[in-house]
């Protein structure tokens, strides 16, 4: 798995919000696959970070807020309602930069991995880095 993701191949876990996952080639009876923008959830991605930053008409909002918005505005999170905690995560994730970090913790006993074992997968970008 480690070495699938070194080759920028997407493991099987669900995509973050804002993307979906892409067949790009079959080996055999395996298919590699890709993680590629959700345009309508891209959108809303792009929309969480400019509320963070500018707002909506009365400057920066902060996370309660974003979500109080977004759920007024009957945005939904994959069919669900927004919590604070999808929001901070959307917003302190490196993913939407276009680097995803796959193995950052050990599965068999939780402990998080030093930065060097980290596997690297370059994904399309939703946030510029200027964001």
Request: positive net charge; proline residues 6%; glycine residues 10%.
């Amino acid at each position: 798995m480690r070495r699938n993701a070194k080759s920028g191949y997407w493991n099987g876990a669900v995509p973050p919000f804002g993307y979906t996952t892409e067949i790009v080639e079959m080996r055999g009876p395996k298919a590699k696959k890709r993680l590629v923008i959700a345009p309508s959830e891209a959108l809303q991605v792009q929309q969480i970070f400019r509320m963070k930053r500018i707002g909506v008409g009365q400057g920066p909002m902060g996370y309660k807020k974003i979500v109080c918005h977004l759920n007024a505005s009957r945005a939904t999170l994959r069919g669900r309602k927004w919590h604070v905690s999808n929001v901070k995560d959307i917003l302190q994730r490196s993913t939407y930069r276009g680097k995803h970090f796959y193995g950052v913790h050990d599965v068999r006993n939780g402990v998080k991995r030093p930065e060097a074992e980290w596997q690297v997968i370059t994904v399309p970008t939703i946030i510029p880095e200027t964001e």
